[in-house]
């Protein structure tokens, strides 16, 4: 009977490509909510940009931040739908692997000195907390350290001759929406607050104004 490598070139077994594949589907998945969430609403992810360097206190300019927002939601949209399309197997993982190098260690950092709120990685579409943010990151980063190993050894949902042409798609989408709220208003609003909605009861300050 032929031997199995877990690591090697080998067939992986039905057990092992099932989880590969969740794997590669949930950390693709995360990638593209994360970066959608901030392509709908630049301005959001610029001033949490802004709020990062105060805490560090670099003086960026304006227009650098907006830039490095823009390329932050863009890469992170890529990376996520090269995962989840089976694209560039070894570099999109490894790619995915580097930004978690780099994002647990600073969500641990925000879990325990609360520097800001929350670290804004899904925009205003889902605020969690600094400590749910660390752990997330921790399973996330797991994942794509097993997928270093495996994704390049499952089957790919677009072909390698089209490749180029989504990963063309995957730059300009992002950019597209990240374009349209800045100059005009988020194709999506996840805010709190939407448009007609009263911030003050008029009622009550009517009311204190007939007690003053």
Same mark, same amino acid.
């Given at each position: 009977m032929r031997r199995i490598k877990l690591?090697?070139?080998?067939?992986?077994?039905?057990a092992l490509r099932i989880l590969a594949w969740l794997m590669r589907? =949930?950390?693709?998945g995360t990638f593209i909510f994360s970066g959608l969430t901030?392509? $709908?609403d630049p301005y959001g992810t610029y001033y949490k940009l802004v709020d990062y360097a105060g805490v560090f206190g670099w003086q960026i300019?304006?227009? $650098?931040? *907006?830039?490095?927002?823009?390329?932050?939601?863009?890469?992170?949209? =890529?990376?996520? =739908?090269?995962?989840?399309c089976g694209c560039f197997r070894r570099t999109s993982s490894a790619?995915?692997?580097?930004?978690?190098?780099?994002?647990?260690?600073?969500? *641990?950092? *925000?879990?325990?000195?609360?520097? $800001?709120? !929350?670290?804004g990685?899904?925009? !205003?579409?889902? $605020?969690?907390s600094n400590w749910s943010t660390f752990w997330k990151n921790v399973g996330l980063t797991a994942a794509c350290v097993w997928l270093l190993f495996f994704n390049r050894r499952i089957h790919w949902l677009v072909t390698p001759a089209l490749q180029w042409?989504?990963?063309? *798609?995957?730059?300009?989408?992002? =950019?597209?929406?990240?374009a349209i709220g800045l100059l005009v208003q988020p194709a999506v609003d996840f805010r709190p607050y939407k448009v007609g909605m009263e911030l003050? !009861?008029?009622?009550?300050?009517? !009311?204190?104004?007939e007690n003053v």
């Open positions: 690591f090697g070139k080998g067939n992986l077994t039905p589907l =949930v950390v693709g901030k392509a $709908v300019p304006e227009g $650098v931040l *907006l830039i490095g927002a823009f390329v932050l939601f863009a890469a992170e949209f =890529v990376i996520g =739908v090269m995962l989840f790619c995915a692997t580097l930004v978690m190098a780099f994002m647990l260690p600073l969500s *641990l950092w *925000l879990a325990l000195d609360n520097p $800001v709120a !929350d670290c990685c899904f925009g !205003d579409a889902l $605020v969690i042409l989504a990963l063309t *798609l995957a730059i300009a989408y992002p =950019v597209y929406l990240g003050v !009861d008029t009622e009550e300050s009517g !009311d204190d104004e």
